[in-house]
């Protein structure tokens, strides 16, 4: 099997890209905010003027899962300047632009998840890659899905 499909840059899908790659360590980031925040207010609350750092500190946290991935969608300029094209084979998925290629064999990657939009391909201690499978021509998704399901990286159904 050889799917390859061509995608346009866009840079709004690159910013969901990039949520989509990173939403388990922004997930941690709010909560850690969300942690420090209270920390923080509790003990301004309780009088002690010490407080005001952590409950500035967690603000930034919260703040964070917001401004990352718009500068790291600016600092991927492979993926918003260029058009992007994917493939995958029995062996791997690669993804090149002409300033950017990641390739990862199957044997390498731990799981992958289905955001509804992206297939986000976790790779076992090197990175990850959300590849935007509705814009795969709509004859090969089915096909790309059962070698994933196959595979084991990839739960049937969805």
Same mark, same amino acid.
């Given at each position: ?53 952590? @409950?500035?500190? $967690?603000? =930034?946290? &919260?703040?964070? *899962? +917001?401004? !990352?991935?718009? #500068?790291?969608?600016? /600092? ?45 391909? @976790?790779?076992? $201690?090197? =990175?990850? &890659?959300?590849? *935007? +499978?509705? !814009?795969?021509? #709509?004859?090969?998704? /089915? ?16």
């Amino acid at each position: 099997m050889h799917i390859s499909f061509t995608v346009p840059p866009d840079r709004h899908r690159a910013r969901r890209q990039v949520r989509a790659a990173k939403r388990h360590k922004l997930q941690l980031l709010f909560a850690g905010g969300i942690l420090l925040a209270a920390a923080g207010l509790a003990l301004v609350v309780t009088g002690h003027p010490a407080g005001y750092a952590p @409950t500035g500190a $967690g603000a =930034g946290l &919260l703040v964070l *899962p +917001w401004a !990352l991935p718009r #500068a790291a969608a600016k /600092a991927r300029t492979g993926l918003l300047a260029e058009a992007a094209t994917y493939e995958l084979t029995d062996t791997g998925v690669v993804a090149t632009t002409p300033g950017f290629r990641g390739a990862y064999e199957w044997d390498a990657v731990d799981r992958v998840a289905d955001t509804g939009e992206f297939w986000v391909v @976790t790779v076992k $201690g090197s =990175g990850v &890659l959300a590849v *935007p +499978w509705t !814009l795969m021509p #709509a004859e090969d998704v /089915a096909a790309a899905r059962d070698l994933l399901v196959a595979r084991g990286l990839l739960q049937p159904g969805r």
